[in-house]
């Protein structure tokens, strides 16, 4: 694709059901009733001058540019903000037009520097263009307007400026930051033409204000008063190419818009159909990774993990590790074997990866990041409904009218996604939050939940239950829904539990710490409120009890007949870029690709058949099994590609014995890190900008990721992991992940109908993709669940062991935040830094000042795992007894403290729940000190070359 | 008993609980269906020819049965 800028209509398309035929300049055109004049113009080819207007954006009919005339109407109304009439006759270029228009244009360049030839708009300027159109030659008032001119940039953002003397006041980024973003940062101070753009309060910048820094105001901003900085520095791109974030399960897509190999900027793409031309600040402006200097992309041996690393070939890289395996499957056989797919790369490489494990090592000890997230909802939502995967896509949530959001934070994880929320929701949806942190959603600009229920970490089971039984005593249960679509039995089975007394708000208040007559309410609201729709996050599936809830979420929605049409429906917020992929892509140790078990013979032969090889009929180890076996002898190899799992997996200090214990440890990744420190083989890893490939978001839409530039390390992850299978005598043959994605849609159901040039064509498609649903399915279940009847679970309250005592009193939760991600290996080595530079914990000012803490204090966190320090600061958004924090940050390993404790169903680790005492420190502990040694040791590489 | 068997032990009697509210009868083959399709062989031989002592009774009701039908 060359450069064009994305196209702009000027209003926002309008869906109705009428039809609406009119005349513009001589042209029929028909349109659906209630689009702007504007936008009927601009959609038939004849584009009318403006500069208040961008089809992201309600009309606004400030400028003044865009007038026209209108048969039998009187003056010349704005045609952004005039419908379009049956029969109507519109003119938009007539001399008085042309006169009109001159004038205003006169009035704003008056007040603009003409410094278009240095200016770095770089001529991707809308006023320029609209000069140009109105033909502007001369300026009557001079070009001394002292209103704007003069005035010094704003550059405190890391990523954009705003420079006020560019600025023409069409307001274009305030509405941004309020109906696209829907944070209200911005505002117009003054009136008139002294007006100006203000972020927050008068002494604010835009990075000491509320901005969350997502784009949305430079993207609208018609000249370079808002403008990236990368534009500035590299110059106007000169091609784009359309891509897929690698960031969070949102999964929006962008504009990658290049000038030669260099990535000038990603702007999201208006016909993204997850995010409708939004983004936030990661997928936005957080891609300096890339190109950091700590990315390793030679490969690298070594004998043992206290030696220092040594460069080689890829061929020497690729012996020393096949000969390592082979060795070891000689010796201890195939189970001694396994890998770890990562949630970051594409469906194809997830693909290769579970292959390489089963087919060319001979285990099914494959395993991904998603068991430390979210296999409580593979293991839930296929028992309950029949498949593993949300029920609707994201513009399902502009039909809901309640919003129950349960242990997700959407608008630090999912922030794009959080946004259309939000919009729904100042349109009058009400929202439920269950979640023992006050999150930002409970009361931000314009919306305050109806109810929220603040519970005490670890009681999620016991606040369903309590809502199903307030549902089913009450009589708010749709039974017609149940009889048609689940199995009676089993619902009056689960009715008869839940209606128990026992599970009555007010009894089991005691244990969850709810008000007992707010969460009636808040069940009478999600039964009754209409289109009641569930998301879900890691709140809810890292617990204990993470399977259990998520099956207490799935009844709930059967019970009140909220699943199968837009508005509705249970949504697990997936975590990472890819983790619906990677869990669809059979990287579960008893699962094949689309959620077969590998005891099922029918489909184990397929798959024989496709690979030529035998595949071990039992399930392989999970990931925490796996670090078992390793202490204990058994295992003794892992490949693990993108994945740190040193610093992302609970219990810091068994992983790493575990790690320790390995013969060969094979990290494949774009960093050294912190897994690094235990292994034997690093195989530098390429960024989402460097390869082809798919990506499947949490709605289940399948996206196409595409090269951008050339791999710094020379290869595309898929190509490493095939040369390693070729070292090991496999013989592969894959020249692009388009056959990757055909054998994928040969042995997997769900996948039949995606193919790559499907996508190329259609950019993206939700599956089940097959001969039942040809284009895909944006809302599962319309017809009935894909195991027959819908299945309720009977799901008992069963505590987590892991108790608060004398020793430990307070319960630790742990969460993430916006502007990093995850263990944070990218955006830590991005200008992200400046929102969240380190760790700390969040603590209530009663528990705080018991401690004697105060504000950025340090402070111990123990628990009875382990030990670390952090900063604390004191807030009341999280209750008494309760601590929070993030674990970005490997200095703070905020791992070294959770515990073993795992989810029942899967060993999914119970993040969000660790009995912790906190007490004043005067600085980092001393493991953190020891490892930070360590770390320096284990990452030295041999005879450095110089930089 | 090394920390593995602590650790399967732990994990059956988990498993076992959940499936508790079930009725004992269904919930010791619940137990056993879930450790044939999720432990590795190896876990479940270490279960099976480990110290059962601290097994809850569904828990040992499962190994039991796995014993007899592997
Ligand atoms: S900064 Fe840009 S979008 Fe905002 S008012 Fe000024 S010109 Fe318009
Ligand atoms: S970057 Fe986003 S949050 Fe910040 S001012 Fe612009 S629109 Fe608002
Ligand atoms: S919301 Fe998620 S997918 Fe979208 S830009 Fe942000 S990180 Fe990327
Ligand atoms: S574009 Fe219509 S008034 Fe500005």
């Known amino acids: 694709m060359g450069y064009e800028p994305q196209a702009d209509f000027g209003t926002p398309e309008v869906r109705a059901d009428t039809q609406v035929t009119?005349?513009?300049?001589?042209?029929?055109?028909?349109?659906?009733?209630?689009?702007?004049?504007?936008?009927?113009?601009?959609?038939?080819?004849?584009?009318?001058?403006?500069?208040?207007?961008?089809?992201?954006?309600?009309?606004?009919?400030?400028?003044?540019?865009?007038?026209?005339?209108?048969?039998?109407?009187?003056?010349?109304?704005?045609?952004?903000?005039?419908?379009?009439?049956?029969?109507?006759?519109?003119?938009?270029?007539?001399p008085r037009l042309e006169k009109l228009r001159r004038g205003v244009m006169e009035l704003y360049i008056s007040d603009h520097p003409l410094d278009c030839l240095t200016c770095s708009a770089n001529n991707d300027c809308e006023l320029q263009d609209t000069a140009a159109e109105v033909g502007l030659r001369d300026v009557r008032y001079g070009y001394a307007g002292a209103h704007h001119l003069g005035q010094q940039p704003d550059l405190s953002n890391p990523y954009f400026l705003f420079a006020p003397d560019k600025c023409i006041v069409c307001s274009r980024c305030v509405r941004a930051c309020d109906e696209v973003q829907g944070t209200l940062a911005l505002s117009v101070e003054?009136?008139?033409?002294?007006?100006?753009?203000?972020?927050?309060?008068?002494?604010?910048?835009?990075?000491?204000?509320?901005?969350?820094?997502?784009?949305?105001?430079?993207?609208?901003?018609?000249?370079?008063?808002?403008?990236?900085?990368?534009?500035?520095?590299?110059?106007?791109?000169?091609?784009?190419?359309?891509t897929t974030c690698a960031y969070c399960g949102v999964g929006c897509t962008f504009r990658a818009e290049m000038r030669g190999e260099q990535l000038v900027r990603m702007v999201p793409w208006k016909d993204g159909k997850a995010n409708r031309g939004h983004s936030c600040v990661k997928g936005r402006f957080a891609w300096g990774y890339a190109h950091h200097q700590d990315r390793i992309t030679t490969p690298m041996i070594r004998e043992s993990v206290d030696q220092p690393w040594r460069e080689v070939s890829w061929d020497e890289a690729l012996a020393f590790t096949a000969g390592r395996i082979s060795a070891i499957k000689a010796q201890h056989g195939a189970r001694a074997l396994g890998g770890i797919t990562s949630s970051r790369c594409t469906n194809e490489e997830t693909f290769l990866v579970q292959k390489l494990v089963r087919a060319g090592f001979g285990s099914n000890n494959v395993d991904t990041c998603a068991r430390v997230c979210h296999s409580p909802t593979g293991y839930g939502l296929k028992t309950t409904f029949g498949t593993s995967a949300g029920t609707q896509d994201f513009?399902?949530?502009?039909?809901?009218?309640?919003?129950?959001?349960?242990?997700?934070?959407?608008?630090?994880?999912?922030?794009?996604?959080?946004?259309?929320?939000?919009?729904?929701?100042?349109?009058?949806?009400?929202?439920?939050?269950?979640?023992?942190?006050?999150?930002?959603?409970?009361?931000?600009?314009?919306?305050?939940?109806?109810?929220?229920?603040?519970?005490?970490?670890?009681?999620?089971?016991?606040?369903?239950?309590?809502?199903?039984?307030?549902?089913?005593?009450?009589?708010?249960?749709?039974?017609?829904?149940?009889?048609?679509?689940?199995?009676?039995?089993?619902?009056?089975?689960?009715?008869?539990?839940?209606?128990?007394?026992?599970?009555?708000?007010?009894?089991?208040?005691?244990?969850?710490?709810?008000?007992?007559?707010?969460?009636?309410?808040?069940?009478?609201?999600?039964?009754?409120?209409?289109?009641?729709?569930?998301?879900?996050?890691?709140g809810v599936t890292e617990h204990s009890q993470g399977s259990s809830t998520v099956m207490a979420i799935a009844n709930l929605a059967m019970a009140t007949g909220n699943i199968g049409r837009p508005g509705v429906g249970v949504n697990p917020l997936r975590g990472q870029n890819n983790v619906q992929g990677?869990?669809?892509?059979?990287?579960?140790?008893?699962?094949?690709?689309?959620?077969?078990?590998?005891?099922?013979?029918?489909?184990?032969?397929?798959?024989?058949?496709?690979?030529?090889?035998?595949?071990?009929?039992?399930?392989?180890?999970?990931?925490?099994?796996?670090?078992?076996?390793?202490?204990?002898?058994?295992?003794?190899?892992?490949?693990?590609q993108g994945e740190d799992i040193l610093q992302s997996d609970p219990n810091t200090h068994h992983v790493a014995a575990g790690l320790a214990a390995m013969d060969c440890v094979i990290?494949?990744?774009?960093?050294?890190?912190?897994?690094?420190?235990?292994?034997?083989?690093?195989?530098?890893?390429?960024?989402?900008?460097?390869?082809?490939?798919?990506?499947?978001?949490?709605?289940?839409?399948?996206?196409?990721?595409r090269k951008v530039m050339e791999p710094a390390n020379g290869l595309e992850d898929w190509q490493v992991t095939q040369a390693l299978a070729n070292a090991l005598g496999l013989g592969w043959a894959y020249t692009h992940p388009a056959q990757i994605l055909d054998e994928i849609a040969r042995l997997t159901p769900?996948?039949?109908?995606?193919?790559?040039?499907?996508?190329?064509?259609?950019?993206?498609?939700?599956?089940?993709?097959?001969?039942?649903?040809?284009?895909?399915?944006?809302?599962?279940?319309?017809?009935?669940?894909?195991?027959?009847?819908?299945?309720?679970?009977?799901?008992?309250?069963?505590?987590?062991?892991?108790?608060?005592?004398?020793?430990?009193?307070?319960?630790?939760?742990?969460?993430?935040?916006?502007?990093?991600?995850?263990?944070?290996?990218?955006?830590?080595?991005?200008?992200?830094?400046?929102?969240?530079?380190?760790?700390?914990?969040?603590?209530?000012?009663?528990?705080a000042e018991n401690r004697g803490l105060k504000e950025g204090d340090w402070a111990r966190l123990a628990s009875r795992t382990g030990e670390t320090s952090l900063r604390v600061s004191v807030t009341d958004r999280v209750a008494p007894g309760v601590v929070y924090t993030t674990f970005h940050h490997p200095e703070t390993q905020a791992n070294v403290v959770t515990t073993d404790y795992s989810d029942w169903a899967t060993n999914c680790p119970e993040y969000k729940v660790t009995a912790v005492q906190v007490t004043p420190s005067n600085g980092p502990s001393d493991w953190q000190e020891d490892y930070a040694g360590l770390t320096a040791r284990s990452r030295r590489i041999a005879a450095e070359p110089a930089e | 008993m090394s920390g593995t068997q602590d650790r399967l032990v732990y994990m059956a009697n988990q498993i076992a609980r959940n499936f508790a509210v079930q009725g004992e009868a269904v919930a010791i083959a619940a137990t056993a269906r879930h450790i044939l399709d999720f432990w590795d062989p190896r876990m479940r031989e270490a279960i099976l020819a480990g110290d059962r002592a601290g097994l809850s009774d569904i828990a040992a009701g499962a190994i039991a049965r796995l014993q007899a039908s592997p």
């Open chain 1, 395 to 538: 513009d399902s949530v502009m039909d809901a009218d309640v919003i129950l959001v349960i242990g997700a934070n959407p608008t630090d994880a999912h922030p794009v996604f959080a946004s259309r929320m939000k919009r729904r929701l100042r349109q009058g949806a009400q929202l439920i939050v269950i979640d023992p942190r006050r999150i930002d959603l409970v009361r931000s600009p314009h919306v305050q939940a109806a109810h929220h229920l603040p519970l005490q970490p670890g009681t999620n089971v016991a606040v369903l239950t309590a809502m199903a039984h307030v549902i089913v005593t009450e009589g708010l249960a749709d039974e017609d829904f149940v009889r048609d679509r689940c199995d009676w039995d089993e619902y009056q089975d689960w009715a008869r539990f839940v209606s128990d007394p026992q599970h009555s708000p007010e009894f089991l208040e005691a244990v969850t710490k709810v008000p007992a007559a707010e969460l009636r309410a808040a069940a009478r609201l999600y039964a009754t409120g209409g289109n009641g729709a569930i998301y879900y996050g890691l």
């Open chain 1, 750 to 847: 769900t996948f039949a109908g995606v193919s790559w040039d499907r996508l190329e064509r259609e950019a993206s498609l939700q599956w089940p993709v097959n001969d039942q649903f040809p284009d895909g399915a944006p809302v599962m279940y319309v017809d009935g669940f894909v195991r027959g009847k819908g299945h309720f679970v009977v799901t008992d309250y069963v505590p987590t062991d892991e108790k608060t005592g004398p020793r430990y009193p307070l319960l630790l939760t742990t969460g993430r935040i916006l502007s990093q991600y995850n263990v944070g290996a990218q955006t830590r080595r991005t200008a992200n830094t400046a929102w969240h530079p380190e760790d700390v914990l969040e603590i209530h000012p009663l528990d």
């Open chain 1, 667 to 705: 990290v494949h990744d774009l960093f050294l890190n912190e897994t690094a420190n235990y292994a034997h083989v690093f195989l530098p890893g390429s960024t989402f900008l460097e390869k082809n490939g798919t990506f499947t978001n949490a709605e289940r839409r399948i996206q196409p990721v």
């Open chain 1, 22 to 94: 009119l005349t513009i300049d001589g042209r029929s055109v028909t349109v659906p009733a209630g689009t702007s004049v504007m936008r009927a113009a601009t959609t038939s080819g004849g584009a009318i001058p403006s500069l208040c207007a961008t089809d992201s954006l309600a009309a606004f009919g400030s400028c003044r540019m865009c007038l026209v005339e209108v048969e039998g109407m009187r003056g010349t109304p704005a045609s952004c903000t005039t419908p379009v009439a049956q029969d109507m006759i519109v003119r938009t270029q007539t």
């Open chain 1, 582 to 640: 990677a869990c669809d892509m059979g990287s579960f140790p008893h699962e094949l690709s689309g959620y077969r078990h590998i005891s099922d013979g029918a489909t184990r032969t397929m798959f024989e058949q496709d690979w030529g090889v035998a595949l071990d009929p039992e399930p392989g180890l999970r990931i925490p099994n796996m670090l078992d076996a390793a202490v204990d002898g058994t295992f003794k190899a892992i490949y693990i």
């Open chain 1, 190 to 242: 003054g009136r008139g033409f002294a007006s100006k753009i203000s972020a927050g309060q008068r002494a604010d910048d835009f990075l000491s204000s509320d901005c969350v820094s997502c784009g949305a105001c430079v993207q609208a901003c018609p000249t370079s008063a808002l403008m990236e900085k990368s534009v500035k520095e590299h110059g106007k791109p000169e091609r784009a190419v359309i």
